[in-house]
């Protein structure tokens, strides 16, 4: 089973994007905000990461920094509100592999994960 660790601090999308996932049969880890994920992103080995950018305790970029530091394999989403092409260009240079801008439809995140894990 492919295991994703989400990092977002909206409750209700949060809920959301895990129900969607889970019926997919994806095992997936939930993070409220910044400081969590990397919490759980150090005790744990993940397929993906969805980040959302704007969290409390660290941003999606900062946790892209620390996640780079430790594992440059990893796959990494991030969920930005920001769609401006210079944001989507600041969090590829981070480290992200993909981006979808907010608001999305669960459906449309589901389909880019399906994507991105079986990608080679």
Known sequence: MRRILLAEDEEVLRM????????DEYEVDE?????????????????????????????????????RQKNKDVKILMLSAKSQQFEQDKVIEAGANYFIAKPFSPMELKDKVEVILNEG
Not at 16 to 23: G, K, P, S, Y
Not at 43 to 54: E, G, I, Q, S, T
């Open 31 to 67: 993070a409220s905000d910044g400081t969590e994920a990397v919490e759980l992103f150090e005790k744990n080995r993940y397929d993906l990461l969805v980040l959302d950018y704007m969290m409390p305790g660290l941003t999606g970029l900062e946790v892209i920094h620390h996640v």
């Open 16 to 23: 959301l994007v895990v129900d969607t996932l889970e019926e």
